[in-house]
């Protein structure tokens, strides 16, 4: 089955806030359904918010994957996106 669409808005951020509720709720019954949505945006906080499951591509490549939970606390997505290291807890 292929599924192709668009959920057109300036950005995840702007659309739905930092948390991506509207887009999950727009793409749950998808999800549900087996399929998967691609989502394609620069917002790294906003993806994080609403993915599974997410890959970081670059040049073409891809250069990071994993859970939001585990590129969170990658120092190396957290320099590239936020400029900082993760805070390890005490």
Request: charged fraction near 15%.
């Amino acid at each position: 089955m292929t599924l192709a669409g668009s959920l057109r808005a300036p950005g995840l951020a702007e659309a739905t806030g930092q948390d991506g509720s509207a887009v999950r709720v727009t793409v749950r019954p998808i999800t549900e359904g087996g399929a998967a949505v691609l989502v394609v945006e620069q917002r790294a906080k906003a993806v994080l918010a609403i993915s599974d499951y997410t890959y970081v591509l670059g040049g073409g490549q891809v250069l990071m994957e994993g859970t939001p939970a585990r590129l969170a606390a990658s120092q190396e997505f957290t320099e590239s996106f936020f400029g900082a290291v993760p805070q390890t807890p005490k």
